[in-house]
């Protein structure tokens, strides 16, 4: 009898392995927090791997943390969407197109510079902890308003949305009546089933609400990240568009990791009682959380000339796809990476990203964090999950991974 090759089978006349025929997406049933299974064979057989993306190119998988983060520090590889190749079906047809206009993340220097000048000076550690008391009131804020609701609500609704909406809001000066618009046109633009249309459509509506409130700013500056942009040398389309960016990368992301970290914590009692006993942990327990759970699970790069790395050859023009959910667990960087464990110093992780394309918001998403999960641990005690855990709708199909809902309860006393 004829046996079909492994996937991983090295190619009899090269001895190479095969390309793989699909990225690894489908999590292991019932461990809503793990990686993809392959993932972790394939990092250890050989972190970087030939991989056939939907359109027939053949690119490359990175899954080691050092192939990963060697990767993204080097500038030879360039982060432009219309040089890449998608590596999930369902992507544009014809290619991806350009990045729009102030969407850094798209963008290879000198151009991504010009943008990240302006912005970093505004993402500074100091000023965000300056903003700790405003996260802290809000926070608390919300937490009142479970308290009456309660004992049971989906905290996300009730709790992980609305504080990294009403602080981004705040710092655009976005009336807070509209943030619900932006997170909804958030979840279109980062949803994998939504069509290239509702895409089109979501980012269309959100940069014509904001070249409206741009031309506001303009007319009557008020204390706000987008009327101090209007003194730069950006045109209002691009302002913008650098507020359509911000506003989609800081609702949606923090959003997901107090709501996912908060299922994560719930499933690990231990590490819940470690976080609630003794805030001070709260610096290490977010790191240890964005390693543990990399909720902006992939990336993308395209070589602009040869470049060599890990013995292989990447030669120009090919597409690599950068798995930081595997990277982070990588126990060659964290020793005994599949357990979460709030003690962890786990400094380095690619939760953020790494290089000059690292996330811009990761301080302020940080003081969020920092912030909500120890206040709602302390608030609530006997915190809760109202369903069992393989009910809680997870985000299986979107660039961002979290739970839809997480209904939770607790004790009334």
Same mark, same amino acid.
Do not use: C, W
């Given at each position: 009898m004829q046996h079909e090759p492994s996937p991983h089978s090295p190619d009899r006349t090269t001895g190479e392995a095969a390309p793989l025929s699909e990225l690894p997406i489908n999590r292991p049933t019932g461990c809503p927090f793990d990686p993809p299974a392959e993932l972790a064979q394939l990092r250890e057989e050989q972190p970087l791997r030939r991989m056939t993306y939907p359109d027939g190119h053949e690119g490359w998988l990175a899954t080691g943390y050092s192939t990963v983060r060697a990767i993204f520090a080097d500038s030879r590889f360039s982060s432009r969407y219309e040089l890449m190749h998608y590596p999930l079906p369902g992507g544009p047809e014809g290619g991806l197109p350009p990045a729009p206009v102030g969407d850094m993340t798209g963008m290879d220097a000198p151009e991504h510079t010009r943008y990240r000048k302006l912005l970093a000076g505004k993402f500074t550690v100091r000023?965000?902890?300056?903003? *700790?008391? #405003? +996260?802290?009131?809000i926070t608390e804020e919300h937490l009142d308003a479970m308290e009456g609701q309660g004992p049971s609500v989906d905290l996300v609704e009730a709790f992980a949305q609305p504080i990294p909406a009403l602080i981004i809001c705040e710092l655009l000066g976005v009336p807070s009546s509209d943030r619900e618009i932006f997170q909804r046109q958030a979840l279109t633009l980062t949803d994998l089933r939504s069509t290239e249309e509702e895409r089109y459509a979501a980012w269309t509506g959100l940069q014509e609400y904001l070249y409206a409130l741009v031309l506001a700013k303009r007319a009557d500056p008020t204390d706000d990240l987008?009327?101090?942009? $209007?003194?730069?040398?950006?045109?209002?389309?691009?302002?913008?568009?650098?507020?359509?960016?911000l506003l989609g990368a800081g609702l949606d992301t923090t959003a997901n990791m107090i709501a996912h970290g908060t299922f994560a914590l719930l499933s690990n009692p231990d590490q819940l009682a470690a976080l609630r006993d003794d805030p001070g942990l709260a610096d290490q327990a977010v790191e240890e959380l964005m390693r543990y759970l990399t909720i902006t699970h992939t990336s993308i790069k395209s070589a602009l000339e040869d470049v060599e790395l890990d013995g292989r050859l990447i030669k120009a023009e090919e *597409? !690599? $796809?950068?798995?930081?959910?595997?990277?982070?667990?990588? @126990? #060659?960087?964290?020793?005994?990476?599949?357990?979460?464990?709030? =003690?962890?110093?786990?400094t380095g992780h690619l939760g953020f990203g790494h290089g000059i394309h690292q996330c811009l918001g990761q301080q302020l998403a940080r003081v969020e964090m920092r912030v909500a999960l120890p206040a709602l641990l302390t608030r609530f005690p006997t915190l809760r999950l109202a369903v069992p @855990? /393989? /009910? +809680?709708?997870?985000? *299986?199909?979107?660039?961002?991974?979290? !739970? =839809?809902?997480? @209904? +939770?309860t607790w004790d009334k006393e």
């Open positions: 000023r965000m902890r300056e903003l *700790t008391d #405003r +996260v802290e009131q987008l009327s101090d942009l $209007t003194t730069s040398d950006l045109t209002d389309e691009e302002l913008a568009g650098v507020g359509g960016f *597409t !690599v $796809t950068l798995s930081m959910e595997a990277a982070n667990r990588d @126990p #060659r960087r964290f020793p005994d990476p599949d357990t979460l464990d709030l =003690h962890r110093k786990a @855990p /393989e /009910e +809680v709708p997870l985000r *299986t199909f979107s660039t961002i991974y979290g !739970v =839809h809902q997480l @209904p +939770v």
